[in-house]
T-cell receptor, first 116, second 113 residues
Framework: GAVVSQHPSRVICKSGTSVKIECRSL??????MFWYRQFPKQSLMLMAT?????????EQGVEKDKFLINHASLTLSTLTVTSAHPEDSSFYIC????????????FGPGTRLTVL | AQSVSQHNHHVILSEAASLELGCNYS??????LFWYVQYPGQHLQLLLK??????LVKGIKGFEAEFIKSKFSFNLRKPSVQWSDTAEYFC???????????FGGGTRLMVKP
């Protein structure tokens, strides 16, 4: 199946710093990428949807100025958590969908962010 | 808006027991339906999916799910679970007309050896 990678897998940072998370589709072109957040023992919550070359669509309650998403190519999307605070600590997961997959998303392994 | 509910939050079974995890969704239009599994420390993996056709879908590792349109349900089943099935299971729905994949709250399955 299609492979999606994320980097880094784990990051610890001080409050106030910005953190960039990369999501790459390794063997297919992802026209659409999705960013999710998963709190401990909870389900995935969609944060935003990004289409290559256009602005991301954010879900209600997600601050677009805080969570900057860039989908500059068909294989790469980045999520930047700006001025991170402890409440931003979470597990961030990306997924990607190509042209051929009807509705099917392939998930990355996730990035655990801890803000001290 | 679409929503997905999974009725069982935690399930504990002994090996060889049969499994059925409930999933109901609310959406009036045509949907694609998925079950994902997340093993401890690993990322989400697709177990099976339903787009159209035979409502009984067979997936990997002996899992199957049945789409019952009249009940808006897509329950996951396995006749005989193994210890290695210990994981969290997520039902998800994607409205055919849209992009968004909506997840249920997840069911944490523990299989005792």
């Amino acid at each position: 199946g299609a492979v999606v990678s994320q980097h880094p897998s784990r990051v610890i940072c001080k409050s106030g710093t910005s953190v960039k998370i990369e999501c790459r589709s390794l063997d297919f072109q992802a026209t659409t990428m999705f960013w999710y957040r998963q709190f401990p023992k909870q389900s995935l919550m969609l944060m935003a949807t990004s289409n290559e070359g256009s602005k991301a669509t954010y879900e209600q309650g997600v601050e677009k100025d805080k969570f900057l998403i860039n989908h500059a190519s068909l294989t790469l999307s980045t999520l930047t958590v700006t001025s991170a605070h402890p409440e931003d600590s979470s597990f961030y997961i990306c997924s990607a969908r190509g042209d051929r997959g009807i509705g099917e998303q392939f998930f990355g392994p996730g990035t655990r962010l801890t803000v001290l | 808006a679409q929503s997905v509910s999974q009725h069982n939050h935690h399930v504990i079974l002994s090996e060889a027991a049969s499994l059925e995890l409930g999933c109901n969704y609310s959406y009036g239009g045509t949907v694609n339906l998925f079950w994902y599994v997340q093993y401890p420390g690993q990322h989400l993996q697709l177990l099976l999916k339903y787009f159209s056709g035979d409502p009984l879908v067979k997936g990997i590792k002996g899992f199957e799910a049945e789409f019952i349109k009249s009940k808006f349900s897509f329950n996951l089943r396995k006749p005989s679970v193994q210890w290695s099935d210990t994981a969290e299971y997520f039902c998800a729905v994607n409205a055919r007309a849209g992009n968004m994949l909506t997840f249920g709250g997840g069911t944490r399955l523990m299989v005792k050896p």
